[in-house]
């Protein structure tokens, strides 16, 4: 790309200039000069996640967040064994009364307890739950129960919630699973439960008040930031399954005065309005219907995104293939995709949001066999795959408690080689450096096919001269970068000209190739 650096002033000749009577001369006459700026390269996948491991470490040095965080070591087992105990209220509710001995068909137990088709995995989960804990056992084809704890899960429930008040926000969202017979007997469906009354107050609080969302929703936006800062112009960044907006609430505020378009994408349009409410101080955003896993509708406003943000939504999806695929649409090349995603299974979010379709319905068994979360090198591995170089959060960093169920990665999608059957090209040259792509191209056993002297610019070519052979139109710069040579500009303007040809005469279908150098996206 060129940009104007300086703009040169030239007196007026102080002699041998004739006064034309009736004219005004301006005395001051300028000439552009023109200079190769660089296109910036986006920070690497390695050195965004250094960016996140140095946020972990500065969260974590922080004397009141570091306490927080040291005490999900001791949170998290209680909450665990909680979560054992809502199970057993759940089968006591089903009308099981758990005990030793009892014995209950691995094949027919969600249909022994009544339990909806649909939630058959979900039961399956809670009987690991359970065998984790050595409550039950599983013998041939059936679970049979152990030693049964003692204790209640709402008693239990309000001893948790004393002894850690800093982790309400989990404890209140838990509390939901009380709810979890009616919503797999069908009575009550897992959005009302967790949406009590069509409030996203429990949902947001755990995504964005508690101390785990917000150290990784503060790391993701300083990946965020980094990255927009390393690009040039307008940054436009697509957010996958925003939801509630908890990552968003963390994002936008280190996005104000930059040259940036936020498109805050959801498959359902009913958290629009309460997004709206809550970024109405950024001009900047703006709202889409996006459902990733259908690519064929993909909506044009989200295509060519300098950034994509999944938080916690891939999983979601019933094939990563297919999702990793339409990201790949989505983003321009050289974009980044940032992701935080679970990596271990979760008690936690199997009695919540695993009430939820999305939570249990992968069908990708290949990678996901028995559950809809992957380990950190899975993912890893995944965007290999699809030719990303990709990055995430080292599992033994800062706060290696939560690294090691959750992470953070980058992701950018390496340059390809597409492989095409051509004979032929048709070459307008753009400069001398030409040569060199002439001799390549011959090389490769490709004919190169010049203009003569009556049609040696793109603007002079004859519209009905059909032919199989593509159009290659050299769009590079002059060799001394002095300036730009005038056959670039007659290339750009008759490639315009062509392709308003081709739309008028639709007959006529040839591939026209564009070769440029330092290309960067526009805002129109």
């Known amino acids: ?111 022994a307890l009544g339990i909806k088709p649909e939630y058959r995995r979900l039961v399956e989960r809670l009987f690991a739950i359970l065998q984790e804990d050595a409550i039950v056992r599983r013998t041939e084809d059936f679970w049979e129960f152990l030693e049964i704890p003692i204790g209640e899960a709402a008693s239990a429930h309000a001893t948790i919630a004393a002894t850690f008040p800093q982790f309400q926000a989990e404890l209140a969202f838990l509390r939901q699973a009380s709810h979890l017979a009616d919503v797999l007997q069908g009575k009550m469906s897992a959005m009302e439960a967790l949406f009590p009354n069509g409030s996203l107050v429990l949902a947001e609080q755990v995504y964005q008040e508690s101390p785990a969302a917000r150290a990784f929703n503060r790391a993701l936006s300083e990946v965020v930031r980094r990255t927009v800062e390393s690009c040039d112009g307008l940054v436009k960044i697509v957010e996958i399954g925003a939801g509630t907006g908890s990552t968003t609430s963390q994002i936008l505020p280190a996005l104000m005065g930059k040259q940036v378009e936020y498109l805050f994408t959801d498959i359902s349009p009913a958290f629009f309005e309460p997004a709206r409410a809550k970024f109405a ?16 509708q993909i909506p044009s406003v989200a295509m060519n995104a300098d950034i994509v943000i999944a938080a916690n939504v891939l999983h979601a999806t019933a094939d990563l293939t297919q999702t990793i695929a339409a990201l790949r649409q989505i983003l321009r090349p050289g974009g980044s995709l940032v992701v935080l995603e679970g990596t271990a299974p979760q008690r936690f979010g199997d009695l919540t949001v695993g009430m939820t379709d999305g939570w249990w319905r992968y069908t990708d068994i290949d990678r996901r066999p028995v559950y809809p979360l992957m380990k950190r090198q899975q993912w890893l591995d995944l965007f290999h795959d699809f030719g990303f170089q990709a990055s995430a959060l080292e599992e033994n960093g800062p706060v290696k408690t939560l690294a090691r169920q959750q992470t953070i990665l980058v992701a950018q999608p390496q340059h390809t080689v597409v492989e095409h059957s051509v004979s032929s090209v048709i070459l307008f040259k753009g400069s001398s450096q030409t040569e060199s792509l002439t001799s390549s191209l011959k090389s490769l056993g490709i004919e190169v096919l010049e203009p003569d002297d009556n049609h040696n610019s793109l603007r002079d070519w004859p519209v009905e001269n059909e032919s199989s052979s593509p159009i290659l139109i050299d769009l590079t710069a002059a060799d001394d970068h002095s300036g730009v040579a005038n056959s670039v500009f007659s290339n750009a303007i008759g490639a315009v000209e062509l392709l308003k040809q081709l739309i008028e005469n639709r007959s006529f279908v040839v591939p026209i190739w564009l070769l440029t150098r330092g290309a960067s996206a526009t805002t129109k």
């Open 1 to 111: 790309r060129y940009w104007i650096t300086t703009a040169k002033k030239f007196a007026p000749a102080e002699t041998g200039v004739a006064s034309v009577p009736g004219t005004v001369c301006d005395p001051f006459l300028y000439t552009t000069e023109w200079q190769v700026q660089e296109t910036p390269a986006l920070s690497a996948p390695e050195q965004l996640i250094e960016a996140v491991e140095a946020c972990m470490r500065q969260i974590s040095e922080d004397c009141d967040a570091h306490q927080e965080l040291l005490a999900y070591d001791e949170f998290l087992p209680q909450l665990n064994r909680l979560c054992s105990l809502y199970i057993l209220m759940l089968l006591r509710s089903l009308n099981v009364d758990p005990r030793r001995g009892l014995r209950l068909s691995v094949k027919d137990t969600h249909i």
């Open 281 to 296: 101080q950024y001009p900047f955003v703006r709202y889409q219907i996006l459902d990733i896993e259908k690519q064929d």
